[in-house]
């Protein structure tokens, strides 16, 4: 095993665009969650102590193999009351603010540089406002027919006006047109000038972090984003490297993953500035591991990307990339039921697995082995645990032998 085995880990969570609506709930996930993990891995979990506050949801998780023990102290960053705002606006103002926030992505010439740099992902942008424009040309079509069947203007506008109250009524909802809406929004804000609310919460979560790094009992500060929260993780980061300019010489480790990350979602913006400066800083620091795990199925990531790179900014410091393969994870039915959930695949990076496999979110999290360690090995710690779930230990590989070396895009198994 590469390194002395995590006895204690501090853990900050940034979820994406995710409206969970309880702290019940999202413990709830957690715990359904890492039951998988306790079977694919052979091991032991306990959650508890569940604590919520303004900035965090908090709570204890203990695992346990036949040879080693982990208390993880498990911060997931609040930030649902956020989208929640957004989410209660009226239709209308979401529609139309919405659009408005596309069209700045298009004119700026965003749209293209995602295109540029992942294909995938630039379709999917698209996606919510080309669905939108087919349910509104349904709901055209059903008042023309009803039109031509009855010649009167009064059943077609009648027919028309059904079409637009059934779409809001059920596709609006079903294909999370208005979460993707109201991304578009949240992100053009972000980037132009900032959401005030966030900006008082990274500034307080920053405070624990530095606090953490310099004070903490655990062996690893493990901050981790995913999608559009890798972008906040990121701000996190980098308001704790510039409260506290001994940061770089903190006596606890301290590693950032970014997850089926959005950071070129913002990165790309010719109006990113103070974004891409901040991602500069938390890339140069000495006192950060930088991972960025990506998947060709996840249409929400940028695939076979390297950010720095991507957003013309300096390549000495850059992400251990790695590429995994989310069908590897899970059982061959399930993933035949979930494959075109785009949502759901999204959401396994984050989610249990069903299969041994080099990424795993919960071995991260709370496995005996540091996630650097795992991000840095070239199977993750599948050649560090045992099918009974010890501890193996072997010999590190060097530096010459790592395929994630800054700037890599490393395959996993």
Not at 219 to 245: K, N
Not at 336 to 346: E, L, S
Request: aromatic share 12%.
């Amino acid at each position: 095993m590469s390194g002395k085995p995590v006895a204690k880990r501090l853990v900050f969570h940034i979820g994406g665009y995710d409206p969970i609506t309880s702290h019940a709930s999202a413990q709830r996930r957690f715990v359904r969650e890492i039951a998988r993990f306790q079977r694919t891995w052979s091991v032991k979990a306990a959650v508890d102590g569940l604590h919520d506050t303004a900035d965090q949801i908090r709570w204890n998780v203990t695992t346990t193999g036949p040879d080693w023990l982990v208390e993880t102290d498990y911060r997931l960053v609040q930030w649902h009351d956020v989208i929640a705002a957004f989410g209660r606006r009226s239709i209308g103002s979401r529609i139309s603010v919405g659009i408005l926030a596309f069209l700045d992505f298009v004119l700026t010439g965003t749209l293209w540089r995602y295109l540029l740099t992942n294909w995938r992902y630039a379709l999917f942008f698209l996606y919510p406002l080309v669905m939108f424009g087919v349910l509104i040309a349904a709901a055209f079509l059903i008042a023309l027919a009803a039109f031509k069947i009855t010649g009167s203007i009064p059943v077609a506008a009648g027919g028309g006006f059904f079409g637009i109250v059934a779409v809001f009524a059920g596709p609006w909802r079903w294909l999370h047109l208005g979460n993707l809406f109201d991304d578009w929004i949240f992100s053009r804000e972000y980037i132009r000038c900032g959401n005030s609310e966030i900006e008082q919460r990274l500034d307080r979560l920053a405070a624990e972090l530095v606090a953490a790094a310099s004070n903490s009992a655990a062996d690893e500060i493990l901050v981790i984003g995913h999608s559009l929260g890798a972008v906040l993780a990121v701000d996190l980061l980098d308001r704790a490297l510039r409260l506290d300019p001994a940061f770089d010489r903190n006596k606890t480790p301290v590693t950032f993953l970014s997850v089926g990350s959005s950071i070129l979602k913002i990165g790309l913006h010719p109006k990113a500035i103070r974004f891409r400066t901040a991602m500069d800083r938390v890339a140069k620091s000495r006192a950060i591991f930088w991972g960025d795990y990506q998947a060709l199925v996840d249409l929400l990531n940028f695939y076979k990307s390297r950010p720095m790179a991507e957003m013309g900014l300096s390549t000495e410091n850059e992400a251990i990339v790695r590429i995994v393969r989310l069908s590897r994870m899970l059982d061959d039915d399930i993933y035949r039921r979930i494959r075109f959930d785009y949502f759901r695949v999204h959401n396994q990076f984050v989610s249990g697995n069903d299969k041994r496999t080099s990424y795993d979110y919960f071995m991260l999290t709370c496995g005996p082995i540091s996630a650097k360690s795992q991000t840095l090995a070239p199977d993750g710690a599948l050649s560090m645990i045992a099918d009974d779930g010890r501890l193996i230990a072997s010999v590190p590989p060097s530096a010459s032998e790592l395929p994630g070396i800054p700037g890599a895009v490393a395959g996993f198994k």
